[in-house]
């Protein structure tokens, strides 16, 4: 799936979530997915 990259803060993405049963059943659905970037990593020390 496509993306947003930030130069220097991260990416965004879209992902999915599958459905969850039990007694509080959730059903799939498209969540936000971010992953920093190398060098925010490096300056927040992450």
Not at 17 to 42: C, F, H, M, Q
């Amino acid at each position: 799936m496509g993306g947003v990259a930030i130069v220097g803060f991260g990416t965004f993405a879209f992902g999915v979530r599958a459905e969850r049963k039990g007694r509080n059943t959730i059903s799939a659905k498209k969540v936000v997915k971010y992953k920093p970037d190398k060098a925010l990593k490096e300056e927040i020390g992450y």
